[in-house]
């Protein structure tokens, strides 16, 4: 604790006496400063035991002095000590009525103390109290290094709550809560994130003090983990006070070594990326057991248990979305404490995927059901691929020797993303859905233009409506009374028109093939192509 008039006035060696303030006794004195001037707030700071003897004052004017009193009130002394019997025999009782009004402490100094004396106890009760604060605060440093070594970032924020008196939560890179000590605390940390959102957008290091959290006693610092653009996560610390010196020293050690822990969790999920990538190659050659071999106890159950597969690749090289995607599913394993697989950079070739880099491809295994999979389905499903700057397929359910039918499944609904512009597609929805859509490429678009074309070419020159007829009659399966009457011509002359349909195409109707790939190619193209 700093000094405080309270343990000035006890002071055995001093031998102060209380006159007026009574009960502000308890205020930390910051210094101990002389001044004869009639008003020398412009030289004072604040938190100060102002020292007189009132050689220049007029003490016998009670409105001079309840101004002079109003003044160092104002200005943050916290006191003032009156030497007695140097030119008054005692406290002028018009400064002593002034200070009584504005309950403000006055102390009675004797002769035989000099101000000195008072100088020297508050400097060395504040140096005592600094070499306690950086004494607490090494302690405290090695008490969180050593939880941080024997039990992770968790133990270090839960001693820090502890030793703060109060609460602290850790974010990661997403600026989800990863831990929080108590637990009550998760619900409360969880309201800050609109301001950890913010700090991530700052260089770090970067602090921010948020007065109320809703509960209106909450004084909540937060600090940025990380170096540079690099921002690894947050740490927020709420309590009653200002943090003293010790307490000060506790936090930034805890951010050291968080910081520490952020960067190694990223190297190591650097290395993890790269063997990620081998045990995937592994999977989608049809080589499940050397995958096994080779990820050992790395990713747990998820290559035995059933997955799915996520294939993403960025919109228009806006590679940074993908990023943003990683430290969410990343996060969301790590809160949940479940494996995944994710391999960066991987584009697909003849064998399944390959590691280049700068493509700013992304394949996921997922286990079915978990968090990551639900992360990725809760924040892209419905989106607009655009707004969110990446296309996402995902396969069906697979098991390890179906990995590379999954990739494939995968990928057919990347395809759809992409055609459709939509952030996020499931190969369940391609069986649930039309087949037409699959259909909507240039490719197809001029095979269905080129196969038809002879068609609306004759129906140009006005001999008759050979596309409509040829409509009217596929869709009623060839029955030629329905198609006719759809028509509202006579069946011979719907009979005739077929013919001219054979004759113009060189195909028979009677070949089913040659049915269907002219039924898609005018579900497909809505009239002749321009040219």
Known sequence: MPPTLASLAQHSALKLTVRTGEDRLERPVRWAHVSELADPVPYLEGGELLLVTAITLPVDDPEAMRRYVRRLSGAGVVGLGFGVGVHHEDVPEALLQAAREADFPLLAVPRRTPFLAISKAVSAAIAADQYRAVT??????????????????????????????GWAALYDASGAVVTASPEWAAR????????????????????????????????????SLGTGRRVGGALAVGTGAPLGTAERYAVHSAVALLTLATERTRSLQRAERRLGAAVLRMLLAGAPEHARAVAGELYGTLLDAPFRLLVVEPVGGRGEAVGELVETLEAAASRAGEPVLVVVDAPEDADGVDGAEGDGRLVVLAVDGGAVLAA????????????????????????????????????????????????????????ADSVLPLLADDAVRAFADGLLR????????????????????????????????????????????????????????????????????????????AG
């Open 136 to 165: 607490a605060g090494f302690e405290a440093q090695r008490e969180l290094t050593r939880a941080a070594l024997a039990e992770g970032p968790g133990a270090v924020v839960a001693r820090l709550a502890g030793y703060v008196d």
């Open 188 to 223: 409360r940390a969880a309201k800050l994130a609109a301001e950890v959102e913010r700090m991530r957008e700052r260089a770090a290091p970067a602090g921010a003090v948020v007065a109320d959290t809703g509960t209106g006693d909450d004084r909540v610092e937060i600090q």
């Open 376 to 431: 990725a389905l809760a924040a892209y499903t419905g989106r607009d691929a655009e707004d969110a700057a990446l296309y996402m397929g995902v396969s069906a359910v697979a098991g390890p020797a179906q990995a590379a039918g999954a990739q494939q499944q995968a990928e057919q609904a990347l395809s759809v993303a992409r055609r459709r512009g939509r952030a996020l597609v499931e190969h369940g929805e391609l069986a």
């Open 454 to 529: 002879p068609l609306y070419e004759h129906d140009a020159t006005g001999r008759g409506d050979l596309v409509a007829s040829l409509r009217a009659w596929l869709s009623r399966h060839g029955q030629w009374d329905a198609a006719a009457a759809d028509l509202g011509v006579h069946r011979h002359t719907l009979r005739y028109r077929m013919r001219r349909v054979e004759e113009i195409l060189g195909r028979s109707l009677d070949d089913p093939d040659v049915r269907m790939e002219l039924w898609l190619a005018l579900k497909t193209t809505a009239g002749p192509a």
